[in-house]
């Protein structure tokens, strides 16, 4: 058996085991999406609603956001997820008044939030 055909029945074992184990994740991943094409949002049930405007950061003055009228800072992981569930970089943002679902941290910053469509806003307020 020469190296060449040891290598190439190598690869192709290796690309098959690549194959199978990437189908459960694939099979699972296709569970969460129920309509094609319409990203999946998960927005926790006890995440208040708010209109978020980010402060624009300077040098002197860390990132901040005002949710309705309190200013709370930023916890170092923020994620602003826009309504496709992409993420958004809060500088982008900054000084735009967003409709939005938020979680504090631990130390009352902001960790997460999910801008929300008109429809969202009308479906939370009429359930609250």
């Known amino acids: 058996m020469s190296l060449r055909f040891s290598l190439t029945r190598q690869s192709v074992f290796l690309a098959v085991v690549a194959a199978a184990l990437a189908l ?7 569970q969460d999406v129920p309509v094609a094409g319409t990203p999946v949002r998960v927005i926790p049930a ?7 405007v980010m402060a624009m950061p300077t040098a002197s003055t860390p990132l901040t956001a005002k949710l309705d009228s309190k200013t709370v ?8 997820f ?10 982008v943002i900054a ?10 941290d ?3 910053q902001l960790q997460t939030a999910w ?12 359930s609250h």
């Open 24 to 30: 459960p994740g694939a099979a699972a991943l296709a």
């Open 73 to 80: 800072a930023t916890a170092p992981g923020l994620r602003v």
């Open 95 to 104: 000084g735009k008044k967003l409709p939005v679902r938020y979680k504090l």
């Open 115 to 126: 801008v929300l469509t008109d429809a969202e806003v009308k479906e939370w307020k009429a």
């Open 46 to 52: 006890d995440a208040p609603m708010a209109r978020m």
């Open 82 to 91: 826009s309504t496709e569930t992409q993420l958004l970089n809060p500088v």
């Open 106 to 108: 631990l130390y009352g």
